[in-house]
């Protein structure tokens, strides 16, 4: 299996290769249209800023291949949010794959602290990505944005109020939450991840 992650000016590149490491999986880093359209499945990772994120894809013409990849794509964090639609950080318009907003938390009456850091739970799972996961399993999180809760929401968390831990549209994929951090419930949706069809 041919496996691509694709490089760009926001990325955690280096804990998902990790990841991928411990499950017996080599990947390909690159920014490569040609490589990344060939692959039998593609990583979308990403940590970092949402506006020079699309920026970054926007100079490389990466925002056009995401868009036309017809194989498995799996966003991760800042990865997900760059698949909706729209985010709050700095006004950003996205790649608008899954037609949904992404918002800043806000510590209204549940005072929460801003960003998000640290252990929480996904419920409500749905799709083959999270086979052999447990509803209410641990994940691990660090994020200010979240995606609204909507059709495309393959799996949840709550943190002040019900947010989308996970999406899905046709072959797209995206968790809020880092994967490659998430101990043994983050190996289980990557090796999840690269089975399916």
């Known amino acids: 299996m041919k496996l691509a992650i694709i490089k760009y000016n926001a990325g955690n590149i280096q804990s998902v290769l990790v990841a991928l490491e411990r499950l017996g999986v080599q990947a390909e880093v690159t920014d ?70 992404v918002k800043k938390f806000q510590s209204g009456k549940e005072l929460i602290k801003i960003p998000q850091v640290g252990w929480n739970t996904i419920y409500d799972l749905k799709s083959d990505l999270f086979k052999n996961v447990p509803e209410n399993s641990y994940i691990y999180n660090v994020h200010s944005y979240y995606a609204d809760d909507s059709e495309y929401t393959i799996a949840n968390c709550n943190y002040g109020l019900e947010y989308a831990a996970a999406v899905k549209k046709d072959n797209f994929y995206g968790v809020q939450f880092h994967t490659e951090k998430s101990a043994e419930t983050g190996d289980q949706i990557i090796k999840n991840f690269l089975e399916l069809l």
């Open 32 to 101: 490569k249209a040609e490589k990344i359209k060939a692959a039998d499945k593609v990583i979308f990772p990403g940590v970092g800023e949402a506006s020079s994120a699309m920026n970054s894809l926007r100079q490389n013409n990466l925002d056009q291949v995401i868009k036309e990849l017809e194989q498995p794509v799996l966003g991760i964090c800042v990865g997900m949010q760059l698949l909706c639609e729209h985010s709050e950080e700095n006004d950003t318009t996205c790649l608008g794959i899954v037609p949904v907003k």
